[in-house]
């Protein structure tokens, strides 16, 4: 029904700067809430940021607070995760979910949908 694509992860220096996006298939991308999260391999999935549905929310885990920033484009059906000054520690695969609560919330409990997920992997 909801489909989410993600795109935009790769390898980078720490330091550096990745732009990752989620296309979504729905007809009203704006009623869904959007979130990020992240999985490595020895840890379970961590919430990252999210987005109110208007864009006038957002939410970020302290981790990555004054580093990341969550946006989306209701016209083109895609939000995007801004990451910059990257670590080694923020390597992981990073999901989108979507949630038509229409609030951000910080557990993955409270998304209905989810992508496939991108690689993110940070290098020394």
């Known amino acids: 029904q909801v489909q989410l694509v993600e795109s935009g992860g790769g390898f980078v220096q720490a330091g550096g700067s990745l732009r990752l996006s989620c296309a979504a298939s729905v007809r009203t991308f704006s009623g869904y809430s959007i979130a990020w999260f992240r999985q490595a391999p020895t840890k379970e999935r961590e919430f990252v940021a999210a987005i109110q549905w208007s864009g006038r929310s957002t939410d970020y885990a302290d981790s990555v607070k004054g580093r990341f920033s969550i946006l989306r484009d209701n016209l083109k059906n895609t939000a995007f995760l801004q990451m910059n000054s990257l670590k080694p520690e923020d390597t992981a695969v990073y999901y989108c979910?979507?949630?038509?609560?229409?609030?951000?919330?910080?557990?993955?409990?409270?998304?209905?949908?989810w992508g496939q997920g991108t690689q993110v992997t940070v290098s020394l």
């Open positions: 979910a979507a949630s038509p609560r229409l609030r951000v919330g910080r557990y993955p409990n409270e998304y209905e949908y």
